[in-house]
Each structure stands twice: as structure tokens, then as C-alpha cells.
């Protein structure tokens, strides 16, 4: 249990106002955590708020946009006027992408590099000093199995995510001394709002991403689930599925054929 016998522990999620960020909430709150829910769309944000507080724990609604420098800043000053500590981040927020390296706008890799990768930074950056403070402290970063796998047809996405991993990696380092666990996510496909978030979408590429996702062994529920279980056992990599752990291994012990795997997938992706 993460309730303690004198306060909640409190938990920032980004992006809590739907799919995985709201389902990590309710299974938090179902911990114990009390909840700040930070997202940009209000009347998710606060519907999310009366389901979280149906659990009997406290929550409360922050407009925030990662994408904006200070957005993260205001948002950590606003937690601790309401909560007076935070436990854990967890860096969600996100939206997708699809394109070639040449085919992808300079306007597109901006927004996901704002959003994707630098809204992460900013959240480290905000609730370090204060996730300092508690006595069992830890960092979630939700990046995707696009950052190994690293497939063609949606390289923006695919370099922020690996800069997410990049940064996960180095801030387990940073932060060891400290005590401040830190987790990174790597999801594949799995039923979410991804696709609705992505602009100037080809619809054959939007079409196979929801029939992958539709697909999907696993839910939101159960990301969010192991999500908990990385925190309370202090893993760092999460891969959510057998498939996507042996295909970790394959990129890391046989590059050129995992290469010549993505080749094979793709032109069965455009036949």
C-alpha cells in the first residue's frame, strides 16, 4: 500500500484527463495516492477529478501545456499550494506523429519536439527540487516502443521517444545519490487517443495503427497497472509484452536482422 498512516502520497500525472494518464489515476487512487490531474482539456481534466475522488483520496484539476516554457513551473507552484508535497511524476502527456524524415514538416518535429520530449524535460526539471523532499520519491516517463523499434514512416516520433529513453537513462544516474527511482514506459500499440492527436495523418498509416491497437493484448489498465508495479518494485524499463521484450533483445543482440525485419514489415505496410 502506498497510503500512509499520517498523508497520501501525491502523484502528478501529465496528460490525466484520458486514456493512459486517466486509467493510471483511478488505479492510483485505488492505491492511495491523492492526484494531480494536469492536462490542457478542462472538462476531461475535472470529470477525471470526480472519478478519482470517488476512491476517497483527494484530487484536483491544473490546466498545463508542457509544450509551453513556465507551463510546468506554474503547474509544480500550483501542486504544492494544494497538496503541500509531491511523491511521484509521472511525464504522459504526448501526442503522435506520422511522416518520413523528408516528408515531415519542420512545424511537426517542433510540436513533437516541444510536447514529446522537452515537456518531459520541463516536468524533471520543475519537480526534482521538490520530489527531493519525500522520503520514497520516483520519476515515471512514458515514452513508447517506437524508441527501440525505431520503424520508418514515423521519424519524429520515433527520435522524441528515443530522447525520452536517453533522458530516463540519464536521469537514473543523476538522480541515484538522491533516491529518486525513475521508471521509463515503453509501450507498443494499445487502444488510446494517439491517433486522434496526430495532424495531417495519411489515412492507410492512421488505419494500421488502429488495427494494431485494436489488436493489442494488453489495455490501458494494464499499462497503468504496470506502471504501479515499476514504482513499488523500483524497475526501470517497462516493456509491456513478451513480443516487444524479444524484439528489445533482437535490436540489441542482432541489429541487422532486426533491420531487415522493419524492411520486410514496411513494404507489407504499402503493398
Known sequence: ?????????????????SGLGKALALAAAQQGYDIAV????????????????????????????????????QL????????????????????????TVCDSTEEEWARQWQINLMGVVRGCQAFIPQLKKSAD????????FAAVALAPGVASYNVVKAGVLA????????LAEAGIHVSVICPAFFKTNLVESMQN???????QINRWMTKSKYTADDVA??????????QFMVLC????QWQYRLSRWFPNYFFKQKVKMIKRMFQ
Not at 472538462?43 to 470526480?50: D, E, H, M, S
Not at 475522488?53 to 510546468?72: I, M, R, S
Not at 533522458?167 to 543523476?174: D, G, I, Y
Open 201 to 207: 495523418t495519411d489515412d492507410k498509416i492512421k488505419n
Open 167 to 174: 533522458l530516463s537513462e540519464t536521469l537514473r544516474c543523476e
Open 76 to 99: 509544480k507552484d500550483q501542486v504544492m499550494a494544494h497538496f503541500g508535497r509531491v511523491d511521484v511524476l509521472v511525464n504522459n502527456a504526448g501526442v503522435g506523429s506520422q511522416g
Open 137 to 144: 520519491p520516483a520519476i515515471v516517463n512514458v515514452a513508447s
Open 1 to 17: 500500500m502506498n497510503k500512509s498512516k499520517d498523508y497520501n502520497r501525491v502523484m502528478v500525472i501529465t496528460g490525466a484527463a
Open 241 to 244: 509484452d513478451s513480443t516487444t
Open 225 to 234: 497497472n504496470m506502471i504501479l508495479a515499476s514504482i513499488d518494485n523500483k
Open 38 to 73: 494536469a492536462d490542457v482539456q478542462e472538462q476531461a481534466g475535472n470529470q477525471a477529478v470526480a472519478a478519482i475522488k470517488q476512491h476517497q483520496v483527494e484530487a484536483a484539476y491544473f490546466h498545463c501545456d508542457v509544450g509551453q516554457a513556465g507551463g510546468l513551473l
